[in-house]
């Protein structure tokens, strides 16, 4: 497609809602699942470290 201006190019033909809509809703798709992404990697390494830190404390040892 061919457009004579930005504003052409914004409008897309008259889909603009539709296409601007559709790329918005992905951006935030991604953006979310990167930000869910790096709140489970936390929250798993946060029950790790308890986990570890609590068999150190009864004797479990494991690095020796």
């Known amino acids: 497609m061919i457009w004579d201006s930005w504003a ?4 897309m033909g008259g889909y603009a ?4 809509g559709s790329i918005a ?3 935030l798709c991604m953006t979310g699942e990167v ?3 790096r ?3 936390n929250a ?3 029950q790790l470290q308890a986990t570890h830190r609590s068999s150190q404390r ?7």
């Open 39 to 41: 709140l489970r990697r």
């Open 58 to 64: 009864k004797g479990g040892g494991g690095d020796q």
């Open 44 to 46: 798993l390494m946060r």
């Open 17 to 20: 809602l539709y296409v601007w």
């Open 8 to 11: 052409d190019f914004f409008a």
């Open 35 to 37: 930000v869910m992404l």
């Open 25 to 27: 809703v992905v951006a």
